[in-house]
T-cell receptor
Framework: GQQLNQSPQSMFIQEGEDVSMNCTSS?????WLWYKQDPGEGPVLLIA?????ELTSNGRLTAQFGITRKDSFLNISASIPSDVGIYFC?????????????FGTGTLLAVQP | DAGVIQSPRHEVTEMGQEVTLRCKPI?????LFWYRQTMMRGLELLIY????????DSGMPEDRFSAKMPNASFSTLKIQPSEPRDSAVYFC???????????FGQGTRLTVV
């Protein structure tokens, strides 16, 4: 199936460090979403972006919708141990013909106290 | 609302057996998506429904897989016959009027031996 390219694949950082990950697509989307998945659970929505260039924050998380509409990034500032998990981007053409939500390959984040 | 309910949480079955996974979406949501998650392929969209009607099943891997949504409160994903390569975590995503109203179930971990 179709997938988005997400990088890095994994990150191992110290508590307090900032984190940045990004997602690219060959297709244009009108919606970008970022999810976090804890072990044994389903992904949980963190941030939703609906407009090219949009910059949105949710606590220590900041995400941006790329101008080209083919990319997005997520930053986490001052990481803490509970940030550990797998982060997924997802792209969608909401309201379009398909409404499919296509997921990135995921970024595994490990935070050492 | 109890959220998206998937059952069973874990399923271990022998190759060749029929497997049925179940999902109860959130009341009032009109979209339901089935995803499969593996280490190698990430989150793959299998099929999705809008108002109980299958819209896109292009992600269903082969004829052994089938999905139904007989009413707004219940969907099944069936694999018959099952094979070891079907081992994965299967997620159901329930979505309402916007992406901020999209929630995953806790998933069903399927192991086919």
């Amino acid at each position: 199936g179709q997938q988005l390219n997400q990088s890095p694949q994994s990150m191992f950082i110290q508590e307090g460090e900032d984190v940045s990950m990004n997602c690219t697509s060959s297709s244009i989307f009108n919606t970008w979403l970022w999810y976090k998945q804890d072990p044994g659970e389903g992904p949980v929505l963190l941030i939703a972006l609906y407009k090219a260039g949009e910059l949105t924050s949710n606590g220590r998380l900041t995400a941006q919708f790329g101008i080209t509409r083919k990319d997005s990034f997520l930053n986490i500032s001052a990481s803490i141990p509970s940030d550990v998990g797998i982060y997924f981007c997802a792209g969608q053409n909401y309201g379009g013909a398909t409404n499919k939500l296509i997921f990135g390959t995921g970024t595994l984040l490990a935070v050492q106290p | 609302d109890a959220g998206v309910i998937q059952s069973p949480r874990h399923e271990v079955t022998e190759m060749g057996q029929e497997v049925t996974l179940r999902c109860k979406p959130i009341s009032g949501h009109d979209y339901l998506f089935w995803y499969r998650q593996t280490m190698m392929r990430g989150l793959e969209l299998l099929i999705y429904f809008n108002n109980n009607v299958p819209i896109d099943d292009s992600g269903m891997p082969e004829d052994r897989f089938s999905a139904k949504m007989p009413n707004a409160s219940f969907s099944t994903l069936k694999i018959q016959p099952s094979e070891p390569r079907d081992s994965a975590v299967y997620f159901c995503l329930s979505r309402g009027a916007s992406n901020t109203e999209a929630f995953f179930g806790q998933g069903t971990r399927l192991t086919v031996v």
